[in-house]
Structure formats: C-alpha cells, structure tokens
C-alpha cells in the first residue's frame, strides 16, 4: 500500500528516474571510486532537507496571499491537514527545478576541475542526494500513516508527531539520524521540558488563527487538488 501511494506522485516518479539515471552515468561514465562520493551526497542532502524545512518551508506567513499560496502547497497546507495523502510529498514543481540546480551548478563547478564532472555529480546529486530524498519521502509518508512499522519508522513517527502536535518549531529533521541535526542546531525537544509544556497555540495551522483569510482562501482554492470536502474546510476554520 506504502508504495502504491509513494509511487503514485509524479515528483517521486520523475526522482526515482533521476537515481536510475545517476547510476547508469557513474556507471557508464565514471571509475569505481566514484561510488565512494555517494556518502557526500547523502550528508549534503540531509543538511538540505533540514535547512529548507526549518528556514524555508516554516517561514513567517506571507501577507499576499499568491505567495501564501506557493507556501501552503509546499508544506502549510501539510500541517493544515496532516493525513491528507496529497500533501505528504513535495511538490514536483519545487522538488525537480531544486534538483537540476544541484545538479547542474555542481556539474558545471567541477568541469573547471575534471574531466570526471559529469561522474561525480551524478554520485553525490542523484545518487546520494535524491536517493536519500527519496528515503525522506518514505519515512515521512509513514509517519503519517497508520500501518504496521519496523521499530526504525516508528522512532520517526514518534519524533515528527513532536514536530507537528506539540511544538512546530522543533524537530525538523524526518529522515532516521537527522536528529544529530536538530540536537546540534538547538531545535530538538527536550523530553522533559515537554512533560511541562503546553500544547502550542495553533499548532495544527502553525500560529495562525485557522479562520485566518489566507487559509481560508488557499483551503478553497486548493480543494480540488487535495480532495478536500466542504465538511474538512469547515472544520479546519474553527477556533
């Protein structure tokens, strides 16, 4: 079922197509030792996912509302509604024009440098980076599904449910290890400090007030898309 869902979404499609195509090039292209870079690209890409999150995909609401639009697609709309299946990947119109800038910014970079360029960004861009984007994408699908997991995806769930029902502005890392990330960069939660807390404001429309017109207006304009029903837009606006 998990891959039935997963593989349903082109953006999933179109990088799974970019990691055959990374290793026919090293393949093809490159020496043995160009599989040693894989590990660079797995690294760079989890520091990724957890920049673009926290700095990116949490940034303060925009005022216009086209731009509120494009943040709520990418992941406003996701914390809006956290078991809508649409909304659990990223879209192919932010998660393909991110890859072939990586990709060709480093291709074009060591072109100065080897005649091995082509190689080894296909190593550590679509090999390591978007095979462990596609890692992410698992992880977090199966954070938000309820079906039996191995102990690895539930230690995820258990820490991302964090991220989404007690505190929005920790843990923003999904991929298993990335809390190494949260806990070096200060936005991991403390379990005991927790016990004490209380539920953030909000938290399931991420401060906002969920009558907030720029929700509504995205809810509306968007329901088509994601399968919402009048009966979840309803509710969603409720303070």
């Known amino acids: 079922m998990r891959l039935k869902i997963m593989f ?17 090039i090293a393949l093809i292209t490159g020496p ?25 995909f949490h940034l303060k609401a925009p005022s216009k509302q086209w731009q509120f639009d494009l943040l709520y697609q990418v992941h406003y709309g996701h914390h809006d509604f956290p078991t809508n299946k649409e909304l659990f990947f990223v879209p192919v119109w932010f998660a393909i ?11 074009f970079v060591l072109s100065f440098i080897t005649l091995l360029a082509l190689a080894i960004a296909a190593a550590v861009i679509l090999i390591g980076g978007v095979g462990t984007f596609l890692f ?29 029902f007690r505190d929005f502005s920790k843990w923003f890392h999904v991929s298993p290890g990335g809390q190494i990330i949260d806990r070096a960069m200060g936005t991991a939660i403390n379990r005991d400090a927790l016990k004490s807390q209380q539920r953030m404001e909000f938290i399931r ?3 906002l007030r969920p009558d907030d017109p720029r929700l509504v207006s995205s809810r509306l304009r968007f329901a088509g898309k994601y399968g919402l029903t009048e009966a979840e837009i309803e509710r969603a606006a409720v303070v």
């Not at 870079?37 to 990116?56: A, C, D, F, K």
């Not at 024009?97 to 291709?107: D, S, V």
């Not at 977090?140 to 989404?164: C, G």
Request: with cysteine.
């Open 8 to 24: 349903s979404h082109i953006s999933v499609q179109l990088m799974a197509l970019a990691v055959f195509i990374g290793v026919v």
């Open 32 to 56: 043995a030792w160009v599989w040693l870079l894989v590990p660079l690209g797995i690294l760079t890409q989890m520091l990724n996912e957890y920049s673009i999150h926290r700095y990116l």
């Open 97 to 107: 024009p991110m890859l072939c800038f990586n990709f060709f910014a480093l291709w």
């Open 136 to 164: 992410y994408e698992w992880f977090h699908m199966t954070a938000h599904l309820s079906v039996p997991k191995v102990w690895v995806e539930r230690h995820v769930t258990t820490l991302h449910n964090q991220h989404h």
């Open 205 to 207: 429309t991420m401060g």
